[in-house]
């Protein structure tokens, strides 16, 4: 039973950043969740949305001057080049609701940049944390083409991207849109097959049916070669981990932050949860005596 860091640690610290992944692993995860998207000039960078957001992300300027594409907020990640969305301060949330979740949780952390892949590698190298797997969600959406890097592409970059930094091995791809799973079936051992309701459909299943499956997920992610389903909590009940058990492939449920929840999901025989408080995960672990991922010391060295 495992504790994933979900973008880090996004009730926390500002997500898919490299302070707030490093404040993951000091907290102690056994993975590192984050996601990824390519910018016009194909490099990987870290980002939810495949358009800007202006709830993670903040226009500080130009790129250089005269930019036609400013303001980059609202932009399609694809349309915008490295140096343009290097521009963005995305160590804030904007604007402050009261209906934000994390509004009162997570330090805020001016002056962050969108990191890439590249870095991030660098950072866990850093801190030598060799022990910890890297969970990279591949932002893809067949529904918008228009956004959308080629699946096979954009696949091939991230394993040859971690292969540059010998982190393959200890690595796992995750998507929604499982053609990306496919493409991966001979790059990478571990693929999760990430599913909530709306993306149950032929479209995001790599053109597989559930009806053709009995409405079975284990049967379709087993299908498509994933070594482990990930479904939205709302999805889990007893009958899906015992199909999954049954083809045996884990079951490592997402976003879950409530205790309790937490604890019931565990009763029921789940793998991993995946959480934007590790550190709540980590005491309902404590009081159960199951195994803690060790926390990582520090390093000196500024991450932004």
């Known amino acids: 039973m495992e504790i994933h860091g979900h973008r880090g640690a996004r009730g926390l610290r500002p997500e898919n950043t490299l302070p707030g992944l490093a404040y993951a692993l000091e907290l102690g995860v056994d993975a590192l969740e984050f996601d990824v998207a390519l910018s016009s000039d194909g490099q990987i960078v870290l980002t939810h949305d495949l358009i800007v957001s202006p709830v993670t992300s903040a226009d500080t300027g130009m790129a250089v001057p005269g930019d036609e594409m400013f303001p980059y907020v609202g932009k399609p ?12 301060d995305v160590g ?60 096979r592409r954009f696949t091939e970059l991230v394993v040859e991207e971690l292969d540059r930094h010998g982190r393959l091995a200890n690595s796992a791809l995750l998507s929604f849109d499982w053609r990306v799973l496919e493409a991966a079936r001979t790059m990478v051992d571990r693929r999760f097959a990430l599913v909530e309701e709306v993306t149950i459909a032929p479209a995001w299943m790599n053109g597989l049916d559930p009806a053709d499956f009995g409405g079975d997920l284990a049967a379709v992610a087993e299908a498509v070669g994933a070594t482990v389903l990930s479904p939205d909590r709302a999805l889990v009940d007893q009958g899906l981990v015992a199909a999954a058990s049954e083809r045996g492939l884990p079951v490592v449920v997402w976003t879950v932050n409530d205790p309790d929840e937490a604890a019931a999901l565990l009763d029921l025989g789940v793998a991993g949860v995946v959480t934007d408080y590790p550190d709540r995960m980590r005491r309902l672990w404590a009081a159960r005596g199951l195994p803690l991922p060790p926390p990582i010391a520090p390093i000196r060295t500024a991450v932004a």
Do not use: C, W
């Not at 694809?78 to 343009?84: K, M």
């Not at 330090?107 to 890297?134: E, F, H």
């Open 77 to 88: 990640i694809a349309s915008l080049s490295l140096a343009q969305l290097r521009t963005l």
């Open 92 to 151: 804030i949330r904007l604007p402050k609701r009261p209906d934000d979740p994390f509004a009162l949780t997570q330090v805020p952390l001016p002056d962050t940049r969108m990191p890439t892949l590249g870095a991030v590698l660098g950072l866990v190298d850093a801190y030598g944390a060799d022990g910890v797997r890297l969970h990279v969600e591949l932002k893809s959406n067949p529904e918008r083409p228009d956004l959308t890097a080629d699946p």
